[in-house]
T-cell receptor, first 113, second 113 residues
Framework: NAGVTQTPKFQVLKTGQSMTLQCAQDMNHEYMSWYRQDPGMGLRLIHYSVGAGITDQGEVPNGYNVSRSTTEDFPLRLLSAAPSQTSVYFC????????????FGNGTRLTVT | DAKTTQPNSMESNEEEPVHLPCNHSTISGTDYIHWYRQLPSQGPEYVIHGLTSNVNNRMASLAIAEDRKSSTLILHRATLRDAAVYYCILRWYSGGGADGLTFGKGTHLIIQP
């Protein structure tokens, strides 16, 4: 049982480049979300999805794009990378809004130079 | 904004119990209280959650105040491996939006040998 899988683990980008962070879960969870975590900070919600075809913005959505074409996958796209997007990114999934745990991936460490 | 308030940091000694407090004075009747912890360089992991009654599992106990405006995560016998950032969040069972996915900065728990 893999849980939540994030790829890649590490990535270095130049300013202006675009890329997609992958997130996949094998638990048939409806709810998925993306967070970023800066040094010494808590988790900040970027985007979330309550099911295939449905996405919405979190606290810090600017510069990021998401889509949810399947239940399993929730990729996060950086449209034009900026140094301010240097961070660790976590993906999470859960079966429902309240009575089930959030399951997190191991994160992607992104550096934008 | 996160709906919970936690101390920035706490210190405890190894092999002693640890009580981590969380205030959530605006909690609604359908909010579940969740606790997660994040070990250094890892993604957050689920610890425990509850609605009204106290809860126990192999990792910890959750004590919920009678008015539900505060809760306490109890680690019965702390080890060095319990040193982590602990997050208390409220998750809506019947609500919508991103509030049930929003984390604060958590409590940095330091365990002294």
């Amino acid at each position: 049982n893999a849980g939540v899988t994030q790829t890649p683990k590490f990535q270095v980008l130049k300013t202006g480049q675009s890329m997609t962070l992958q997130c996949a879960q094998d638990m048939n969870h409806e709810y998925m979300s993306w967070y970023r975590q800066d040094p010494g900070m808590g988790l900040r919600l970027i985007h979330y999805s309550v099911g295939a075809g449905i996405t919405d913005q979190g606290e810090v959505p600017n510069g990021y794009n998401v889509s949810r074409s399947t239940t399993e996958d929730f990729p996060l796209r950086l449209l034009s990378a900026a140094p301010s997007q240097t961070s660790v990114y976590f993906c999470a999934s859960t079966a429902d809004r309240g009575n089930s745990p959030l399951h997190f991936g191991n994160g992607t460490r992104l550096t934008v130079t | 904004d996160a709906k919970t308030t936690q101390p920035n940091s706490m210190e405890s000694n190894e092999e002693e119990p640890v009580h981590l407090p969380c205030n959530h004075s605006t909690i609604s009747g359908t909010d579940y209280i969740h606790w997660y912890r994040q070990l250094p360089s890892q993604g957050p992991e689920y610890v425990i959650h509850g609605l009204t009654s106290n809860v126990n599992n192999r990792m910890a106990s959750l004590a919920i105040a009678e008015d539900r405006k505060s809760s306490t995560l109890i680690l019965h016998r702390a080890t060095l491996r319990d040193a982590a950032v602990y997050y208390c969040i409220l998750r809506w069972y019947s609500g919508g939006g991103a509030d049930g996915l929003t984390f604060g900065k958590g409590t940095h728990l330091i365990i002294q040998p």
